[in-house]
């Protein structure tokens, strides 16, 4: 049993494979409010699944795009006076800005102090392409561009 968070967010969904890359984007360490962790949990829809509810904790739509590279399709619910307001599922936007390192040494994101452009190349097989130098990429493969 693990106890109904007041203010928050709940990401359900995650397929379990994810999770601590979704713990470590999220930086949950450094978090002063409660988090709780579910890890393998049962799914129909996933077999296995983690789910991660935390208190006070509200997205921006940068961090929302940054969750959708890590693992596109998780559930994301915003709960407000203990009831949920908004469920949704978080979908890869068709542009990335400044959210995904080229993998191309000599494209000029890497070269100069500019910031990473992407679309969606072809969805169905999960790939993104570098709007400066072209490059393609599997998105199970990607960066993220570090941010302090």
Do not use: W
Request: charged share 25%; aromatic share 4%.
């Amino acid at each position: 049993m693990v106890a109904a968070i007041e203010n928050g967010t709940v990401i359900d969904h995650i397929p379990s494979e994810k999770l601590f890359a979704v713990v470590n984007l999220l930086h949950l360490d450094r978090m002063n409010t409660a988090v709780t962790i579910g890890y393998n949990l049962k799914s129909e829809v996933l077999g296995r699944k983690s789910i991660i509810k935390m208190a006070d904790k509200f997205f921006t739509d940068e961090e929302l795009n940054q969750l959708a590279v890590i693992c596109p399709n998780i559930t994301l619910c915003i709960i407000r006076d203990y009831d949920i307001v908004e469920k949704r599922t978080v979908t890869l936007p068709d542009e990335l800005r400044g959210i995904v390192r080229c993998a191309n040494p000599k494209c000029i994101t890497n070269n100069e102090p500019m910031s990473t452009h992407f679309h969606v190349h072809d969805a169905a097989r999960s790939t993104l392409k570098c709007r400066y130098c072209n490059t393609i990429i599997q998105l199970d493969d990607v960066q993220l561009v570090e941010n302090s």
